[in-house]
């Protein structure tokens, strides 16, 4: 039985509540929460967040482009910020990294695949201060986990929206990492 035949099988277990009453009044995300696709964390159950009360937002890396690339290279991005933020009116944005990400370490293993280095293209400066520093590819990716998440959280605030709502204290930005082994958060911003 394969993973799709698991959760299909799973889902025609379950049973409809009597009248399909669905309450729209139990979606009152306060947060929206960016992060990696890694197939190893459940944003959502890995912090404790009860439903409805955080959006979710996943790529590669936890990565916000921001304004400075072209607006068909960010629609998800935006569109997905646009809505949190002016639609569900959430008050925090939380970029969250990971430690041991594939994404940072393709990025600094410069591998083959145009698509994702195109992607990941945001962090070239970065990478390129972290490698003239030195040292093992596990302590160059530690630190770039952290400069990425840095980065996006300064991405956020090129979007005019968010830069104004938190200028009037309407929205607050954070930047974490999660131990992928321990699940311990290190607030980095």
């Not at 009453?21 to 990696?36: A, F």
């Not at 159950?45 to 790529?59: T, W």
Request: negative net charge; glycine residues 8%.
């Amino acid at each position: 039985m394969t993973i799709i035949d698991d959760i299909l099988e799973r889902s025609a277990r379950l049973e409809t509540p009597a009248g399909d009453v669905r309450k729209v009044s139990d979606h009152r995300p306060e947060m929206l929460l960016i992060g990696c696709v890694d197939a190893r964390k459940d944003p959502i159950g890995d912090l404790g967040v009860a439903k409805g009360r955080a959006l979710i937002l996943r790529n590669i890396a936890a990565l916000i482009r921001g304004t400075s690339v072209a607006p068909e290279q960010r629609e998800t991005e935006s569109a997905a910020l646009e809505f949190a933020i002016k639609v569900m009116k959430v008050k925090h944005v939380v970029v969250m990294g990971h430690t041991d990400c594939g994404g940072i370490r393709a990025a600094l293993q410069d591998l083959d695949f145009p698509s994702i280095q195109h992607y990941l293209s945001p962090l070239n400066d970065i990478k390129a201060d972290v490698r003239r520093k030195g040292g093992s590819l596990d302590d160059q990716a530690m630190v770039l986990e952290k400069e990425a998440v840095i980065m996006s959280v300064k991405n956020l605030q090129s979007y005019d929206y968010i830069a104004e709502a938190q200028a009037a204290g309407r929205l607050s930005l954070h930047g974490w990492i999660i131990d992928i082994v321990s699940g311990r958060l290190e607030e980095i911003i």
